[in-house]
């Protein structure tokens, strides 16, 4: 079965196993690109909640900075002032945490644009 394609004049059989074997990467590179398309899908969507969260900490700490001026007690200003201060490094740990995935995200986003642009240039 090895030889046949070199013994046949006919090219079908070549033809059609040239086919057959196109196919298969073609359906490869497809399921990659899926996978890749699902992991930026995932990421984005990580993205947009931690988005959402930054801002609700960042509106929630500005209010709490307004209401410090008005407790009178200095015990109780002192533990509103560290509630203040854990929210600003929960704030700073979800700000770095979502521009490191901003980065993953374009880098995601790149790599899939250049594998279709790939891809349509191979076919």
Do not use: W
């Amino acid at each position: 079965m090895k030889c046949v394609d070199a013994l046949t004049i006919n090219e079908e059989f070549r033809l059609r196993r040239e086919n057959e074997r196109l196919e298969a990467v073609n359906k490869s590179e497809i399921a990659q690109l899926k996978q890749q398309a699902e992991e930026y899908k995932n990421v984005k969507l990580e993205v947009d909640r931690l988005t959402k969260m930054t801002t609700s900490m960042f509106d929630k700490m500005q209010e709490m900075l307004k209401q410090r001026h008005s407790i009178e007690d200095p015990k109780a200003k002192q533990q509103h002032e560290q509630e203040i201060f854990d929210l600003f490094h929960k704030f700073e740990a979800g700000n770095e945490q979502l521009s490191n995935l901003s980065l993953k995200k374009q880098e995601m986003k790149d790599r899939l644009l250049n594998d279709l642009i790939e891809e349509q240039q191979q076919s």
